[in-house]
């Protein structure tokens, strides 16, 4: 700026200069024809130079002011662009003081800017380093909830499984109290249900070392549950692992008992191939039975009764010879363990099926001594333990017996309070149908007795209808059976008609036959007897309707039955006289 007003002051004097020159020297100066025009004459040339210089004096004094009062002017302007220029300088001055102290203070910010940069890079990588040990932590964490969770489903089938079980075991409990939906329940089915839970859980458990032992005495416990209802194809001891069980030294008492019970179930069905080898595996591991002489004692009786009855069949005599030994044995345990409920009950049943053997033979006496034993321990169980049912059940039986003889010898006044007392105790052990039909086939005969014969047909009939249910069900139940054939054979005797008298006795005859044939125990005599009885009254009753053929035929089996009985039970007036009337009555026809 301040060079522009140097340039411009030296321009104002050369052109000052310049301008002399032109308009002195120069032929483009102008004529002043105008200014003399007044004058007549033309005046010399140098008069009008000298007329001239006046006025161009004068112009140039006005120029010279003009030019002084715009140096002034400029000169004002030039101080003042100074002063401005110095103002500026000043402030461009301050400007570059500011400037350096803000690069400065941006310089300082600068390297706290790249501390924190640095900070910041470190604490990223700290973040994400942390990120990466929350990611690890998280990620062992899922497979700890995983774990966790497969666990937590591990447990829950077992532990379903456990509470279904528990509520179907109080179910089933419940019911079998409950005098009116009692008999509706299906209790096999909620045992088969019981049974099924308990394996899974089994199966479920065995995945635990920890808690092998409670999977192997739940296999014992399988065992026991599967022998007691005579599902022998499910007993299977050797998968159980005794040793973890704590079963060791209990495992021949266990297994003598549960190829006892199945030994009884086969001889009892006929079964006589699966029952031998049952009762050689009871022989065996009752022979590795350790421990007190009451134990050996009990075991050596157990086993006398499976063989007294595994024979009764083919030797009655025999059969009785082990029933005596077998029963002598309990009796001993007995009063060496008084308040055993196993025993007294095994003592008591022992003592009834010896009854059915000797009554039918020729030791009566001792028949009537088993009797009272029996009783002494019913009477026992009933009054200590009135919760098992054998005791109530064999008082119901002593009592229908009673009744029965009462029926037959004419006393039927005294029937009915032996009825009402049986009916007590079979509602005590929580009900029997064979017990209940054979209390209401008694009032059925009665009935009849006292001419009452449709009502008579009809009770009959109502318990012959129940029992049948109960066979259909239970076909190996030979107490079922033999009851179902003694009503069948009574309802014929009620008929007034033969048709109806032959076609109720030809059906009594056929429950005998297949009793027989499957192996009827202790009432092996029993049912002989029934069967010879029923065979000559359809043998009567054919002839008379004059069909020979069968009349024949069913004198021919009765004399059979009264020959068997003489020849293998001893040679009694009945059977000899049974016998006779049979031969008399085939040469007749």
């Known amino acids: 700026m301040k060079d522009q007003h140097v340039d411009e002051n030296t321009s104002n004097q050369t052109g000052e200069n310049d301008w002399w020159h032109k308009y002195v020297d120069s032929s483009e100066l102008p004529q002043q024809e105008e200014v003399v025009e007044d004058q007549p004459l033309e005046d010399p040339w140098w008069r009008k130079v000298l007329d001239f210089r006046p006025t161009k004096l004068q112009l140039i004094s006005a120029a010279g002011i003009t030019v002084v009062v715009s140096a002034a002017s400029i000169i004002i302007s030039l101080a003042s662009d100074v002063s401005s220029l110095e103002a500026l300088v000043a402030e461009q001055s301050h400007f570059k003081s500011e400037l350096e102290e803000r690069t400065s203070q941006l310089h300082a910010r600068g390297e706290e800017i790249d501390q924190l940069n640095s900070l910041l890079a470190t604490e990223k990588r700290l973040v994400a380093a942390k990120q990466q040990e929350l990611e690890k932590r998280q990620s062992l964490f899922e497979k700890h909830k995983l774990a966790a969770e497969s666990e937590i489903d591990h447990w829950k089938r077992p532990m379903s499984k456990l509470l279904g079980t528990l509520t179907d075991v109080y179910s089933m409990k419940l019911a079998s109290k409950d005098p009116i939906y009692g008999e509706f329940e299906n209790k096999e089915e909620v045992s088969r249900r019981v049974q099924q839970s308990w394996e899974e859980l089994a199966q479920d458990l065995s995945y635990y070392e920890e808690y092998r032992k409670e999977e192997a005495l739940l296999r014992v416990r399988l065992l026991e549950s599967y022998a007691a209802e005579k599902k022998w194809s499910q007993v299977k001891p050797e998968e159980i692992d005794w040793k973890s069980a704590g079963k060791e030294a209990e495992k021949p008492m266990i297994l003598a008992k549960t190829y ?94 010896g009854v059915m053997l000797s009554m039918e033979g020729n030791d009566a006496a ?224």
């Open 260 to 353: 006892y019970s199945m030994a009884m179930h086969y001889l009892s069905t006929g079964n006589q191939a699966d029952g031998q080898k049952s009762l050689d595996l009871c022989r065996k591991y009752a022979a590795e039975v350790k421990g007190d002489e009451v134990k050996l004692a009990y075991t050596r009786a157990m086993l006398d009764l499976l063989k007294g009855r595994q024979i009764v069949a083919e030797d009655p005599a025999g059969s009785l010879k082990y029933f005596k030994s077998a029963i002598a044995g309990l009796d001993k345990v007995v009063v060496k363990v008084p308040s055993s409920v196993m025993v007294r009950s095994e003592f008591a049943k022992a003592c009834r099926d």
């Open 366 to 589: 001792w028949g009537e001594e088993l009797q009272k034993q029996a009783k002494q321990n019913a009477s026992w169980l009933v009054k200590h333990h009135p919760e098992v049912k054998l005791p109530h059940l064999m008082y119901a039986e002593l009592d229908i017996a009673e009744a029965e003889e009462c029926v037959r010898s004419g006393r039927e006044d005294e029937v009915e309070p032996l009825l009402k007392r049986a009916e007590k105790s079979i509602k005590a052990a929580g009900g029997d149908v064979v017990l209940e039909s054979s209390v209401e086939g008694v009032r059925a005969f009665i009935a009849w007795n006292k001419g009452y014969l449709t009502k008579a047909k009809q009770e009959m009939q109502s318990e012959i209808n129940k029992v049948s249910k109960l066979v259909s069900r239970e076909p190996a139940n030979i107490e079922a059976r033999y009851r179902l054939s003694a009503l069948l054979w009574e309802l014929s005797s009620m008929h007034t008609d033969r048709e109806g008298a032959l076609k109720d006795g030809h059906a009594a005859a056929e429950q005998l036959r297949i009793l027989l044939k499957a192996g009827a125990g202790a009432r092996e005599a029993s049912v002989r007897r029934m069967a010879a009885l029923v065979l000559s009254d359809l043998g009567h009753l054919s002839a008379e309707k004059g069909d020979k053929t069968i009349a024949k035929q069913c004198f021919g089996e009765a004399k059979q039955h009264w020959g068997y009985l003489r020849d293998k039970w001893g040679d009694c007036a009945e059977y000899r006289e049974g016998e006779a009337w049979c031969s008399y009555k085939l040469r007749r026809l």
